[in-house]
């Protein structure tokens, strides 16, 4: 049987695997989908035969779509009469349990008549057990001795960043002094800083039960950071330590400086965050401090004119003491960043989780320090079962003490037990055995020279035994050999994956993100961000985007294993969803602008990418009507999407397909008239009408087709092949014999005979880098809700219409000064304050200064200036297609001339898209070209390079 065409090639298979990111290891809602496949209504009707063939649902003997019957049962075994009417919709189901069933899971699952309660920020009431808080906090008076420890020191860069452990290290010591408090001291719930991700810190609550005597007495425990701005290398326990307010540090005006009381020598500075409470005591209200290495109590004197202040000041100084008391600085670094993750969640999105589940994500940090770093170390593997025997880790001290706490607080399962071991535990089982293991499973056939055979085959095998009821002892097996193993609780995964979510707002980004910043390895820009709208506005908007990545995952992973069966039931439940009623609540509060980047974060959009990807399988099957069904679909449900272009022009192409060629002709005609369908798919278009519009369809071309009859001028240079086989990419003998592609010969000519220009193949690729870099301050400006973490490369706007809207006059000041010559300037500086940072379309290593220097010399600024202005109105249709070569030469030593070339091997032609940008490049100014590269005639089998 031939084998059918690589999923991978599908349209849209790329886009979908970047939505889903990751795969889940634990899909909740994974049964129920795919068992409410059948009873969802849908303009499908479609099955799959025995050979796994789609076909409709009429030629698999009689199965009607939407009667709540399952797959395989016969719609004849059941009489017309036994009907039920559904409590949650009201329709007509069949009586059958199951179909009931099947049929309750599909209301709920899509939302009818859920109710969900969640409680605000304010009716929030945590418990003092709780280790994670959000504020405003509440302040347990009842404790009687604070102890401060230093927070993050990578969070203190103002005082030198340097990182200090505790007194028995070398690089800090532990300073130690005594006031006593207004009253009752109060511990505070922990809450973790960052300099780089923390919110801006809420005003003190300074209502609070103390009386008016002096703070001097209480316990202050903390660490000396920047060391390195140290004088006095060594430090002794009883040295007498003072400390300095240091308002000129102009990096932190609150820096307390620590000095030595004997020589006066620097040893650094109190933690930022202290010393931000700690400075107006000391400079406002004239309090001074005495504190000792060993823990002497301090004295200290001051006026107490206004104590109100000063008790606002204390009681912060004492909330992030006890903060960074929780904080202590054993914590790895991959340990503090998962707190951070969650501290930032429960801190911004609190309302999208219900009280147990934030109670479980506050629990996390009440965990022993071994318990947190195996959980995370395990989370971010793929397993999805580890064995106890392989787990070893250098920070971890007691990897089984660990494993039990995890178990008796539900973050991992153990498999201890065989009972009850499902088919898909029992392969993530399989999984972590050996090759040589899973030949010692007595049940697995011994065959001849099998010696050699693949984990996956062997696995498959024991797998299908015991499914047949051959090897009953499997499960039995399996513990004899694995030993103890864990794995991730379901509750865990799903809390943790939907914080993780939140956090990063895709699926690209994970944990190790943090770990690439933390190496120096990925620079995010800077830019601040101001959020007044959500981009989940209730629970149930994320569960239903939740769930809508979930049949996308189904989708990705059916395709992986050719399941037709599966495809077309993700398929079903996408388009039974796409118009979901929870997707068109009124958003009143959000501005068109803003709507358009936010509604990639609803299910109806993730369902439409589910959708377009079922479209390019169901044309592969040449199943066209069904097609345009659903594109017709996403035509009427999205109707202003960037997307609609090409689903017009598929629509359209498949019409013609069937034949129906004045309807095909009609869809084209409308599409012109969409503002949505720009670049190649309006240029798609135009090409359409004109081919299926002549007589006696269509008599007149209209005026704004003018552009189709411009010609592109052509190069032609003849090569000698190396291959010129269809679907692979030409290869030629370049001028020094080598091989070559058609760019790298095509450069060659250009470099000679074609007349001496210097250039680079680059496609979009340098074009994307000078907009970047030209356009930075704009593109990272302060707009409202387009900057949410502090890992984004680019505002959440760039793709849409609004980024240029909301930018107007920023964007034109930087256009006119790039018309009027200023932009090799605007480049250098843009270059040397920015090197390295990640920024969407900017690529640091493979275009130099100098290159990209000469570039926009030669191009000129009137021809830059529409560029950027074309980018920046438009960036997600003119963002790729761009001609393959950008040439220069110049003219003394300021001025030149640039060239574009779209270069064609002999089996290529140029895309809509790429004709498309050679007409746009030629209506701003640029001097364009295609150049084609084809073989000798057969008479001159040894001519090279000849134009």
Not at 125 to 140: A, G, H, M, R
Request: hydrophobic share 35%; with cysteine; net charge neutral.
């Amino acid at each position: 049987m031939t084998k059918p065409p690589s999923s991978s090639m599908l349209t849209g298979r790329e886009s979908l695997v970047r939505l889903i990111g990751k795969r889940r290891r634990f899909l909740p809602n994974r049964r129920s989908l795919l068992s409410s496949a059948s009873t969802v209504q849908s303009c499908l009707n479609l099955g799959t035969d025995e050979s796994g063939k789609v076909v409709p649902l009429e030629d698999r003997g009689g199965l009607r779509s939407g009667d709540g019957v399952g797959d395989g049962e016969c719609v004849s075994k059941m009489p017309d009469s036994d009907w039920v009417t559904c409590p949650v919709c009201g329709k007509k189901v069949r009586s059958g349990d199951c179909s009931i069933n099947l049929h309750l899971d599909t209301c709920l699952t899509r939302g009818t008549k859920r109710k969900l309660t969640q409680r605000t920020l304010l009716q929030l009431n945590f418990s003092p057990q709780s280790k994670v808080q959000v504020c405003p906090v509440e302040l347990d008076l009842e404790q009687s001795t604070v102890y401060v420890v230093r927070n993050n020191p990578h969070e203190d860069a103002a005082n030198g960043g340097h990182e200090v452990d505790r007194v028995e290290n070398e690089d800090g010591l532990l300073l130690n002094g005594r006031a006593r408090s207004f009253g009752s001291e109060c511990q505070i719930a922990r809450k973790v800083d960052s300099a780089s991700l923390s919110p801006k810190k809420v005003a003190p609550h300074c209502d609070v039960g103390v009386d008016n005597e002096d703070i001097f007495g209480t316990i202050v425990d903390t660490f000396i950071v920047g060391r390195k701005f140290s004088d006095e290398k060594e430090l002794k326990l009883g040295m007498a330590i003072s400390l300095l307010r240091e308002p000129e540090n102009v990096k932190d005006p609150s820096a307390i400086k620590v000095l030595s009381a004997d020589s006066g020598c620097c040893l650094g500075y109190l933690p930022r965050s202290l010393a931000q409470y700690i400075s107006p005591l000391v400079e406002k209200h004239c309090l001074s401090f005495e504190i000792s290495c060993h823990g002497a109590i301090p004295r200290g004197e001051g006026k107490h004119d206004d104590v109100d202040g000063i008790k606002c000041l204390w009681t912060s100084i004492l909330q992030e003491a006890e903060a960074a008391r929780k904080n202590p600085p054993s914590m790895t670094k991959y340990q503090q960043n998962f707190s951070l993750l969650l501290h930032e969640v429960l801190i911004r999105s609190s309302n999208l989780f219900t009280d147990d589940e934030k109670l479980f994500m506050e629990s996390f940090t009440s965990l022993l320090d071994d318990s947190q770093r195996l959980f995370v170390r395990l989370y971010s593997r793929k397993g999805p079962w580890f064995r106890l025997s392989n787990i070893s880790y250098p920070e971890i001290s007691d990897a089984l003490q660990a494993v039990n706490e995890l178990s008796g607080k539900g973050y991992v399962i153990p498999f201890e037990c065989a009972e009850g071991l499902q088919t898909d535990e029992m392969m993530g089982i399989l999984r972590v055995l050996t090759v040589s293991e899973l030949r010692e499973i007595s049940c697995i056939p011994k065959k001849k020279g099998s010696q050699n055979s693949r984990k996956k085959d062997l696995i498959a095998s024991a797998l299908y035994l015991y499914r047949d009821g051959l090897c009953p002892v499997l499960p039995c097996m399996l513990l004899d050999k694995a030993g103890a193993c864990v794995k991730i609780s379901s509750r865990a995964e799903t809390v943790f994956w939907r914080a993780e979510r939140i956090f990063f707002l895709n699926g690209e980004q994970d944990l190790s993100t943090f770990l690439l910043v933390d190496l120096g390895a990925v620079k995010y820009p800077t830019y601040n961000y101001t959020i007044s709208e959500q981009i989940f506005s209730s629970r149930s908007h994320l569960l239903d985007y939740e769930e809508a990545i979930e049949v996308a995952q189904l989708m990705d992973e059916s395709l992986d294993e050719n399941d037709a069966n599966q495809v077309l039931r993700c398929l079903k439940i996408a388009d039974s969803r796409v118009d979901l009623p929870s997707e068109n609540v009124s958003r009143s509060s959000i501005s068109g602008s803003e709507a358009a980047f936010i509604s990639c974060f609803t299910a109806s959009w993730v369902y439409s990418k589910v959708i377009l990807l079922g479209i390019s399988y169901l044309e592969r099957e040449r199943r066209y009507q069904d097609a345009i069904n659903l594109l017709k679909r996403l035509l009427d449900c999205f109707i202003s999407d960037g997307r609609r272009g090409y689903w017009t022009v598929r629509l359209s192409i498949n019409l013609e397909h069937l034949g129906f060629l004045d309807e095909s002709l009609s869809v084209a005609e409308d599409g012109l008239l969409d503002p949505w369908v720009r670049a190649g798919s309006r240029m798609a278009m135009q090409k359409r009408v004109l081919r299926l519009g002549k007589p006696p369809r269509r008599w007149k071309i209209p005026r704004s087709f003018e552009i189709t009859k411009w010609k592109i001028k052509e190069v032609h240079v003849q090569g000698r092949p190396l291959n010129c086989e269809m679907g692979k990419k030409s290869r030629f003998y370049g001028e020094d014999g080598e091989q070559c592609g058609v760019e790298q010969l095509a450069l060659q000519y250009y470099a000679n005979e074609g007349g001496c220009w210097s250039g680079v193949h680059t496609e979009s690729g340098i074009w994307l880098t000078i907009f970047g870099l030209l356009m930075w301050d704009a593109i990272f400006s302060d707009v409202p809700n387009v900057f949410r973490t502090k890992f984004q490369t680019a505002p959440l706007d760039l793709e849409t219409d609004s980024f240029y809207l909301a930018r107007k006059g920023l964007i034109e000041t930087h256009l006119q000064n790039i018309h009027n010559g200023m932009a090799e300037e605007i480049l250098i500086t843009s270059w040397e304050s920015h090197i390295g940072t990640a920024c969407r379309g900017v690529n640091w290593d493979r275009h130099s200064l100098s290159e990209l220097r000469a570039a926009v010399t030669c191009v000129g600024g009137p021809c830059l200036a529409s560029l950027c202005r074309l980018l920046s109105q438009d960036y997600r249709s003119w963002s790729s297609g761009m001609p393959d070569l950008l040439l220069w030469r110049f003219h003394g030593e300021y001025r030149g001339e640039a060239k574009l070339v779209e270069v064609k091997g002999p089996n290529d032609r140029l895309s809509e898209q790429q004709r498309a940008w050679l007409f746009v490049l030629m209506e701003c100014g640029f001097n364009a070209e295609v150049c084609k590269v084809t073989p000798p005639p057969p008479s001159e089998p040894n001519t090279r390079n000849i134009c």
